[in-house]
C-alpha cells in the first residue's frame, strides 16, 4: 500500500549522496535515524520517505513510480532514456562525460578510436557520439570500476565520469575528449497528482529557498549620504535596501543582499564609493 508521502530516490553513496542529503537537510527535514544497511528512511516532520539507490538506478524507479522524485546525475537519464521530466537543477556535482585513454599513448584525434575498445557504462551516449562522428570503435560494457579497464587489457580506452580527475590520475590515464557536460538533475514521475503534488510543491519551494540562500549574501555597509544613490544602484536587494541614519551626521547605514557570482566586482565599487564597515552575512534561507 502506498503510504501517500513522497518518495525521494536518492544515491546511496558515490558523488551525489552527501549533497543530496544536505539538500533535504537544509530544506528542514527530518529524518528518522536509520542503520547505514537500511534502504529507506522516512521524514518526521515531513510527508517523504527517502529510499537510497544505486544512481544507475534511479531512472527506472522513478520511471515505474517506485520513488516518485529522484535525485541523480544527468548523466544517468540521458543514458537510461526512461519517460522521466527533469524539473530542477540544484546546481552541483558538475562534471564532464569524457573519453580517456593511458598516459603513455600518443593522441592524434578522434580517429585513434578507430578499431579500439572502449570500456563504459554508458553504452548509449558513447554510441551516439561515436555514430556522429563516423568512428568505428568497439563498446565493452561495465557496470563499475570502468577506470581499471586498460590497466588490465581490458580495453584501450575508457567513456566515463570525469569530475576533479583524480580517478584517471590515480589510474594512469588522460582525459582526451570532452563528449558532455552532466550535473545533479531533479527527475520526476509524470504520474504525480493529488496530495503528492502538494508535497512536492511544499519541497521545491523549500530547496528553492535554500539554493537561493547559498548564492547570496547579506551585505551591511556605512556609506556617506552623498554617495547613497549610487550604492543602491548597485546594491538594489530584494525590493531595495533598508536605509537608516547613523548618529554620525551626514552617514547612513545600508543593508541589502548581494549575490555572490558578482560579489567582489560590487565590493570594489562599494569602496570607490567611500562605504566603511562592509560586513557580509551568510542567509540561510531566502524566500523570494
Ligand atoms: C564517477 C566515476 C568515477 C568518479 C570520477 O562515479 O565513475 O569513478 O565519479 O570522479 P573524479 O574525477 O572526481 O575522480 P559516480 O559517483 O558518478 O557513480 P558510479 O560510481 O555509479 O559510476
Ligand atoms: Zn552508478
Redesign the pocket.
Known amino acids: 500500500m502506498d503510504s501517500g508521502n513522497l518518495k525521494i530516490a536518492v544515491?546511496k553513496s558515490?558523488?551525489?549522496s552527501e549533497k543530496s542529503m544536505t539538500l533535504i537537510k537544509e530544506s528542514g527535514i527530518r529524518l528518522t535515524q536509520e542503520g547505514k544497511l537500511k534502504l529507506v528512511s522516512a521524514g518526521q516532520n515531513f510527508p517523504v520517505e527517502v529510499l537510497f539507490l544505486?544512481?544507475?538506478d534511479i531512472p527506472q524507479y522513478v520511471a515505474d513510480n517506485v520513488a516518485d522524485i529522484g535525485i541523480v546525475?544527468e548523466?544517468e537519464v540521458m543514458e537510461k532514456q526512461k519517460p522521466v521530466d527533469i524539473i530542477d537543477r540544484p546546481g552541483f556535482a558538475k562534471?564532464r562525460l569524457s573519453l580517456a585513454i593511458p598516459q603513455s599513448m600518443e593522441y592524434n584525434g578522434l580517429s585513434f578510436f578507430n578499431g579500439r575498445k572502449i570500456a563504459t557504462?554508458y553504452p548509449k551516449i558513447l554510441q551516439k557520439f561515436l555514430t556522429e562522428n563516423k568512428i568505428g570503435a568497439e563498446i565493452h560494457e561495465i557496470s563499475?570500476s570502468?577506470?581499471i579497464a586498460p590497466g588490465i587489457g581490458l580495453a584501450d580506452a575508457i567513456f566515463?565520469?570525469?569530475?576533479?580527475?583524480?580517478?584517471?590520475i590515480s589510474n594512469r590515464l588522460k582525459e582526451v575528449e570532452v563528449v558532455l557536460r552532466s550535473e545533479a538533475v531533479i527527475i520526476a514521475s509524470r504520474d504525480i497528482s493529488g496530495p503528492k503534488k502538494h508535497i512536492l510543491d511544499q519541497l521545491l519551494f523549500r530547496i528553492h529557498a535554500v539554493l537561493n540562500a547559498g548564492n547570496n549574501k547579506y551585505i551591511l555597509l556605512n556609506a556617506p549620504n552623498e554617495s547613497l544613490e549610487k550604492i543602491t544602484a548597485l546594491l538594489p536587494g530584494m525590493k531595495s535596501p533598508t536605509i537608516m541614519p547613523l548618529a554620525e551626521k551626514g552617514w547612513s547605514s545600508l543593508h541589502s543582499v548581494v549575490n555572490e557570482n558578482d560579489f567582489w566586482d560590487i565590493i570594489q565599487k562599494l569602496k570607490e564609493l567611500g562605504a566603511q564597515g562592509i560586513l557580509v552575512i551568510p542567509i540561510e534561507k531566502m524566500i523570494v
Open positions: 544515491q558515490g558523488r551525489l544505486r544512481d544507475d546525475g548523466n562534471c557504462s563499475g570502468v577506470e566515463d565520469i570525469v569530475s576533479s580527475g583524480s580517478t584517471l
